[in-house]
């Protein structure tokens, strides 16, 4: 499809208990993004994807963020024991290639720790 | 590394009033820079963008920006804003020697239109 399809649109955790995001990029589209954005509207970038491949993850928090783009399979942000501070709207974004189109967003999960 | 600031956090305009919304950036080279939207509980759609060429770049809905580059700006322009136009409005830049290509996003402007 045309879009960028992000699951579920709300999650609500318990601290201390996983969370696990999906995005399906649009097809042809290789370059896989996800940013964080904050109450703030700060948006702080965590992972990039090439294909199946992480492409920069700088931005990750290592010890309880991880991320996946498998072949034919939606991409995926998992947080092990969720902590109040990382609720926030997650985006993932694909480009066939960012230099050039920008990205395309999806519309976000909205991640809520109780 | 590349940063961008928009200066103004909230800007209020009247229906059918002209619209600028300021953008400035630093990086040592001609970035790519861009303009999005973020409407209430939405994703980021793409107003605009400038790679290179033209320094006036049209963008949908009718918005322009034009890229200084003694100014290290690219603002948005509209000359007569719609009340579907209050948002939010986000500038970013993209390196050119970014090995990740992530964009670096600034802090937003949130546009209220009076009617």
């Known amino acids: 499809g045309e879009e960028v399809a992000q699951t579920p649109k709300h999650l609500v955790r318990g601290e201390g208990q996983k969370a696990k995001l999906y995005c399906a990029p649009i097809k042809g589209h290789s370059y896989v993004f996800w940013y964080q954005q904050v109450l703030k509207n700060e948006f702080k970038f965590l992972i990039s994807?090439?294909?199946?491949?992480?492409?920069?993850e700088t931005g990750m928090p290592k010890e309880r963020f991880s991320a996946k783009c498998l072949p034919n399979s939606p991409c995926s942000l998992e947080i092990q024991a969720t902590k109040l501070e990382d609720s926030a709207v997650y985006f993932c974004?694909?480009?066939?290639?960012?230099?050039?189109?920008?990205?395309?967003f999806g519309s976000g999960t909205r991640l809520t720790v109780v | 590394a590349q940063s961008v600031t928009q200066p103004d956090i909230h800007i209020t305009v009247s229906e059918g009033a002209s619209l600028e919304l300021r953008c400035n950036y630093s990086y040592g080279a001609t970035p790519y820079l861009f303009w999005y939207v973020q409407s209430p509980g939405q994703g980021l759609q793409l107003l605009l963008k400038?790679?290179?060429?033209?320094?006036l770049v049209q963008g949908i809905k009718g918005f322009e920006a034009e890229f200084k580059r003694s100014q290290s700006s690219f603002n948005l322009r509209k000359p007569s804003v719609h009340w579907s136009d209050a948002a939010e409005y986000f500038c970013?830049?993209?390196?050119?020697?970014?090995?990740?290509?992530?964009?670096?996003f600034g802090p937003g402007t949130r546009l209220s239109v009076l009617p």
């Open positions: 970013a830049v993209g390196a050119r020697d970014n090995y990740g290509q992530n964009f670096v």
């Open positions: 400038y790679f290179s060429g033209d320094t």
């Open positions: 994807f090439q294909n199946e491949n992480v492409f920069d």
């Open positions: 974004a694909s480009s066939p290639s960012p230099e050039v189109y920008g990205y395309t």
